[in-house]
């Protein structure tokens, strides 16, 4: 059986742990949804970094990434033939 002490150190690196995975992430843009068409990239602040995330999705279907607009921590782009 495992001792109190063991248990509530196991509920608190379950609690922690997820929190941890969170910020290891943060600030690293990521695809959130993309078409041959559009690319949607998650991003904190940094657009330049952004724009690489879209660059290597458009460039699967041939294409570049052309700026469309943001909102909150999203921005979006419009993949197009070169």
């Known amino acids: 059986m ?3 002490r ?3 150190l196991i509920v608190r690196l379950s609690l922690i742990a997820p929190g941890c995975l969170l910020d290891s992430c943060a600030g690293q843009p990521f695809l959130s949804a ?3 068409d559009s690319a949607e990239v998650g991003y904190s602040g ?3 970094a952004a724009t690489e995330v879209a660059k290597e999705h ?3 279907y041939e294409k570049v990434p052309r700026y469309l607009d943001s909102a ?3 921005a ?3 993949c197009e033939k070169r």
Request: aromatic letters at 10%; one cysteine or more; glycine letters at 4%.
């Open 6 to 8: 063991c248990s509530l």
């Open 76 to 78: 979006f782009f419009a």
């Open 58 to 60: 458009c460039a699967r």
């Open 34 to 36: 993309g078409t041959p």
């Open 72 to 74: 909150e921590d999203i």
């Open 2 to 4: 495992i001792s109190a």
């Open 46 to 48: 940094d657009l330049a």
